[in-house]
Nanobody
Framework: QVQLVESGGGVVRPGGSLRLSCVASGSILTIYDSGWYRQAPGKQREKVAFITAGGSTNYADSVKGRFTISRDNAKNALYLQMNSLKPEDTAVYYC?????????????WGQGTQVTVSS
């Protein structure tokens, strides 16, 4: 059974930084495209950043130049470095990945980690 577990959320002041981590566990053979999404109260979940298996990235316009997505294939890990945080970045952040395991290839979500930006 594949699981994605996020960590690194918390409360930070505007202008501060946080680094989110997402580690995949289970009988994993390959992790393909992966991404970070967020959902603020009363809003739909939105894609924040995306990274392909080959390392190509793209970002939502609202976070370009402030957030950086990266991956460590050896550790089955996905990261999101968030700098210059704004109150509007407050949300639950979820990692998502297409994972090829011994059971086949499926899309998985983590349980989410809360990020609160407030003075």
């Amino acid at each position: 059974q594949v699981q994605l577990v996020e960590s690194g959320g918390g409360v930070v002041r505007p202008g501060g930084s946080l680094r989110l981590s997402c580690v995949a566990s289970g009988s994993i053979l390959t992790i393909y495209d992966s991404g970070w999404y967020r959902q603020a109260p009363g809003k739909q979940r939105e894609k924040v950043a995306f990274i392909t298996a080959g390392g190509s990235t793209n970002y939502a316009d609202s976070v370009k130049g402030r957030f950086t997505i990266s991956r460590d294939n050896a550790k089955n890990a996905l990261y999101l470095q968030m700098n210059s945080l704004k109150p509007e970045d407050t949300a639950v952040y979820y990692c998502n990945a297409d994972v090829h395991s011994i059971s086949g290839t499926f899309n998985y979500w983590g349980q989410g980690t809360q990020v609160t930006v407030s003075s």
